[in-house]
Structures are given as C-alpha cells and as structure tokens.
C-alpha cells in the first residue's frame, strides 16, 4: 500500500479528453512528478506553434511538461528514469515503446474509450456510432505489446441515445473516464486492483477501431438511411461526413433521418430553395441542418439556402 500524497506519478496524454483525467488526480491530491505530451506544432494560417490541451493545464498547474519528439530519445528516457514514478498514466497519447511502458514498478495504466475488447484502435468513439451501437463505455487496462490488449482493471458502460453525435459522447466519456481512471488509481495505491486477461474473441467477431480517413467519410448515398444517419453522427463535429454537390465539397455536421420512398434517384437533392434541403438515399432522406460548403462557414441550411440556388 502506498500513500495517495507519495505515489509518484507520470501522466501522458495529449487532447482534450485527457485532461479530465488528469484534472481529478490533481483535484484529488495526487503527485504528478511529470507530464509527457506531443511537440509544440504549427497550425493555423499563420503557423504558430500550439500547445497541446494537456500541456496547457500542466502549466496551468504549474506541472513538470516533457515534450519528447522520439520516446527512445536516450536523453527523454534518462529524464523519465529521474522522476522516479511508481506509475505512469495513459490518455490518449501515442503507442509507448516497452523501455517506456515497462518502466515504473507498479506498471502502465491505459484509459481507453470503449468497453474491451470491443473497438481497439484510434477511433473507438466514432465507430461505435457509426456501427449504430447503443452502449460504449470506457476501460481501464494494464499496457503490454500489442495495442489495447493488456490486463483490464475497471470498466464502466455509458449509453449512446439515437441521435448522440461523437462529439457528444467524447464528453460523456472523457468525464466517466475520469471517474473510472481515480478509482483505478485508488485501489492500485492500496495494493487491491485485480487484472483480469480480456476475453479472447475470434477474428470475425472482433469490432475494430482504425484510425479515420477522409475516403471513410465520403456517403454512399445507395446506403439505407439509418447507415449514412450513424455515419454522420459518428463524424461530427470531426472529421465529418460529406458527399459533393454542384462539384464541390459539402461537409454535413448535422442531419435528420427521413424514411420514406425516395421520388428521386440515390444522392438526388430536393430542396424548396428556403427552409429545407435532404438528400435522397435507398430507402428515404437524410434531411441536413448544418453543413459547410467548399471554401464558406459552417451555417444552419436556411442561412445556407438564403445564398445558394439548386
């Protein structure tokens, strides 16, 4: 049993949804000896050099930030090596190497957004609803070699309502996920915490989690509607869904389903010119609410309509 004031702990992560986790560990009076999070990188017009979400709070907080360009940068590992953490805590971050991960004495834990074995992989968030699932859910989990397959430790399921967005259950489970890593941590400190080996799954019945590309965003509009629906939820508000029209681009960040006997041909258009565009699938109409035009804002159709003619 070690001591919540003296557990030595390294955090790593980079985005938004880890800096819930982080938050509450130092809410909770944890030490955190170390933050580990990506390089400073260009963006924007002007390329200026952002921080990352998670290294914006450490500063906040006054943490010590490492922000290594190579984790088996033999300088990176020997200041690693020097903070001396029991255990180090991963949130969305990249793959670690072993001499990393391997590192502390009571291990490596992982937060990962689905319920393992189910959705490993970069995108577990988006998947899942695009797959139309009703449950995701967030892991708790020990790492090892291969990507999200170590020793679960807690888990804790989150329900995905009809018309949730990805980006909405990127909130609900950034904050359970929270929740699921302080009781992770509590219970790894008073020498409690049981590993339990992920259940082994044949190959056809393994739900994946790639990363996302733009090709896989593209509709197929000769799709039932409820697939290109979930396809849209799951993208938005990133990278988003989108289809073409008039040879442009068109980004549809929100969307309404419509089953119906469509009276025009797959990826047809009807519009009144005013209050409402859809888009024709097999069996009915994804009805568009906010999309984005190639080279304009993102905006509601009606403002949308009040400048562009069908």
């Not at 955190?32 to 002007?46: L, M, Q, Y």
Request: charge should be neutral.
């Amino acid at each position: 049993m070690i001591e919540k004031q003296d557990l030595r702990i390294v955090f790593m992560g980079t985005p938004d949804f880890a800096v819930a986790s982080l938050d509450i560990l130092v809410q909770e009076g944890y030490q955190i000896v170390g933050v580990i999070t990506a390089p400073d990188k260009p963006a924007g017009r002007g390329l200026q050099l952002q921080e990352s979400a998670v290294k914006k709070y450490a500063v906040a907080k006054g943490l010590k930030i490492l922000q290594p360009e190579k984790l088996k940068n033999p300088e990176f590992l020997e200041e690693l090596t020097a903070l001396k953490a029991h255990l180090q805590v991963v949130v969305a971050f990249r793959m670690l190497p072993e001499v990393v991960w391997n590192m502390p004495p009571l291990g490596t834990i992982n937060v990962h957004a689905s319920l393992l074995p189910d959705y490993r992989g970069a995108a577990p968030i988006n998947w899942a609803i695009i797959n139309g699932e009703k449950v995701s859910g967030v892991t708790t989990f020990k790492l090892q070699h291969a990507i999200d397959t170590g020793n679960v430790l807690f888990s804790a399921e989150v329900p995905i309502s009809d018309d949730e967005t990805a980006g909405e259950l990127h909130d609900d489970l950034m904050q359970t996920g929270a929740q699921v890593l302080l009781k992770t941590v509590a219970a790894i400190a008073a020498g409690t915490a049981e590993e339990r080996p992920q259940p082994a799954l044949a190959p056809e019945k393994i739900k994946h989690a790639p990363k996302i590309f733009k090709e896989d965003g593209r509709i197929n509009w000769q799709q039932p509607i409820d697939k290109i629906y979930n396809l849209v939820r799951g993208l938005s508000p990133y990278p988003t869904a989108w289809t073409t029209l008039q040879d442009k681009q068109l980004k549809i960040f929100k969307a309404t389903k419509e089953h119906a006997t469509p009276s025009v041909a797959p990826g047809e258009p009807l519009t009144d010119n005013r209050s409402y565009l859809k888009i024709a699938a097999s069996d009915g109409y994804l009805v568009l609410q906010e999309i984005q035009l190639e080279g304009k804002k993102k905006m509601e159709v009606s403002a949308f309509l009040r400048g562009f003619r069908l």
